[in-house]
């Protein structure tokens, strides 16, 4: 290595599983301290109130830091520089930084920021980790090109269009050092196979492809791969640049909104709600945490298509607020009331 601090940068799709994937990295560091930036798409910190749930020692509150003002993408100049200065300047330096990308960020104007003079002499990219989500892209979802979706529907001429979301998927798919296809024992194997020669069609050559189940894979293959990826730029081509002359991107086809709701009594009924919710305005993803009365631990949400998995993540704090706590992502423009009122159905139930 060059002396400089290793970056891994992990990409990926709405609610394929970066988070699960982080909480991975840091209760398997191997006596790394890691840094941690995570970008969130909503102005609730759920990702960043998640992590710090995961009772390890590499997850000191210290360590982690949120950018929760915009698209990483976006915000180079006006948050990211200015945060990474302010992490290399501390006098305990990480060994690692990780930085988990919103759902909807480019990874192109990430990677090009690590060229810039105020951090290039004392950072690198380790590696770009995309994570996919298996069960997803089997049914159709989160996948642009023909051959991934055309089993599903081959009938529907809409899907010969490439959508916002497909561009998005392919941009971090080619930027990849290494693609983690999660949630692998959600699909057969007949179907991993054609996920994954429809992955590998939009992949460049020689990146890695690797199966997960709850985002668990092989520490080695995520730290430690010293690719330097920023100067290899030219090859991971963004289909905005390519089309829009490299002018900075908006995310006008994505809405998100954020509710908070009392303690809800009734765990069946919130998520029957969630469900409903998802069903019938075409929600992305929704996630968040709920306080059930009675229960010392806080109940985390991830919610993505029709799959919605609640688990207890760590217990409330002393002096915490304890409260529902959600972010709901889509496709703009989000029926905001319809979806609020289909939540609250399940605080009127507490009542």
Same mark, same amino acid.
């Given at each position: 290595?060059? +002396?400089?601090?290793?970056?891994?940068?992990?990409?990926?799709?709405?609610?394929?599983?970066?988070?699960? =994937?982080?909480?991975?990295?840091?209760?398997?560091?191997?006596? &790394?301290?890691?840094? =941690?930036?995570? !970008?969130?798409?909503?102005?609730?910190?759920?990702?960043?109130?998640? #992590?710090?749930?995961?009772?390890?020692?590499?997850?000191?509150?210290?360590?982690?830091?949120? #950018?929760?003002?915009?698209?990483?993408?976006?915000?180079?100049?006006?948050?990211?520089?200015?945060?990474?200065?302010? =992490?290399?300047?501390?006098?305990?330096?990480?060994?690692?930084?990780?930085?988990?990308?919103? +759902?909807?960020? #480019?990874?192109?104007?990430?990677?090009?920021?690590? !060229?810039?003079?105020?951090?290039?002499? *004392?950072?690198?990219?380790?590696?770009?980790?995309?994570?996919?989500?298996?069960?997803?892209?089997?049914? +159709?979802?989160?996948?642009?090109?023909?051959?991934?979706?055309? $089993?599903?529907?081959?009938?529907?001429?809409?899907?010969?269009?490439?959508?916002? @979301? +497909?561009?998005?998927?392919?941009?971090?798919?080619?930027?990849?050092?290494?693609?983690? @296809?999660?949630?692998?024992? #959600?699909?057969?194997?007949?179907?991993? $196979?054609?996920?994954?020669?429809?992955?590998?069609?939009?992949?460049?050559?020689?990146?890695?492809?690797?199966?997960? &189940?709850? %985002?668990?894979?092989?520490?080695?293959?995520?730290?430690?791969?010293?690719?330097?990826? *920023?100067?290899?730029?030219? !090859?991971?081509?963004?289909?905005?640049?390519?089309?829009? %002359?490299?002018?900075?991107?908006?995310?006008d086809d994505f809405d998100s909104f954020s509710l908070t709701l009392p303690a809800i009594t009734d765990k069946a009924g919130l998520l029957s709600a969630i469900e409903t919710a998802i069903r019938d305005h075409d929600v992305l993803r929704l996630k968040g945490f709920a306080a059930i009365p009675g229960a010392g631990a806080r109940l985390a949400i991830q919610a993505v298509g029709p799959r919605v998995t609640a688990y207890f993540d760590r217990p409330w704090r002393s002096?915490?607020?304890?409260?529902?706590?959600?972010?709901?992502?889509?496709?703009?423009?989000?029926?905001?009331?319809?979806?609020?009122?289909?939540?609250?159905?399940?605080?009127?139930?507490?009542?």
């Amino acid at each position: 290595m060059t +002396g400089k601090i290793p970056v891994t940068v992990v990409t990926g799709f709405l609610g394929a599983g970066k988070t699960t =994937l982080v909480r991975h990295i840091l209760a398997n560091a191997g006596g &790394r301290r890691i840094a =941690l930036i995570i !970008n969130e798409f909503g102005d609730i910190g759920v990702d960043k109130s998640i #992590l710090a749930g995961c009772g390890d020692a590499t997850c000191r509150e210290e360590d982690m830091i949120e #950018l929760a003002n915009g698209c990483i993408c976006c915000t180079v100049a006006e948050d990211f520089i200015p945060t990474m200065q302010a =992490l290399l300047a501390r006098p305990d330096r990480p060994d690692h930084i990780v930085i988990e990308t919103s +759902g909807l960020a #480019l990874p192109q104007p990430l990677i090009r920021a690590f !060229n810039w003079p105020e951090i290039s002499t *004392e950072v690198t990219i380790d590696g770009i980790v995309t994570v996919a989500d298996a069960a997803a892209l089997a049914e +159709g979802r989160f996948a642009s090109d023909e051959t991934a979706v055309d $089993a599903q529907r081959r009938s529907d001429e809409m899907l010969d269009h490439e959508t916002p @979301l +497909g561009e998005l998927f392919e941009d971090q798919l080619i930027s990849a050092d290494l693609v983690v @296809l999660n949630k692998t024992d #959600l699909v057969d194997e007949a179907g991993l $196979a054609t996920v994954e020669a429809a992955l590998r069609a939009e992949m460049r050559p020689g990146t890695g492809l690797v199966r997960a &189940r709850e %985002g668990a894979v092989e520490i080695r293959a995520l730290l430690g791969l010293g690719l330097g990826s *920023e100067a290899d730029i030219a !090859n991971r081509p963004s289909h905005h640049e390519t089309e829009h %002359g490299g002018e900075t991107h908006e995310h006008d086809d994505f809405d998100s909104f954020s509710l908070t709701l009392p303690a809800i009594t009734d765990k069946a009924g919130l998520l029957s709600a969630i469900e409903t919710a998802i069903r019938d305005h075409d929600v992305l993803r929704l996630k968040g945490f709920a306080a059930i009365p009675g229960a010392g631990a806080r109940l985390a949400i991830q919610a993505v298509g029709p799959r919605v998995t609640a688990y207890f993540d760590r217990p409330w704090r002393s002096g915490e607020t304890r409260q529902t706590a959600l972010v709901v992502i889509g496709e703009s423009p989000l029926p905001r009331e319809a979806i609020i009122a289909t939540l609250r159905q399940a605080e009127a139930k507490a009542a």
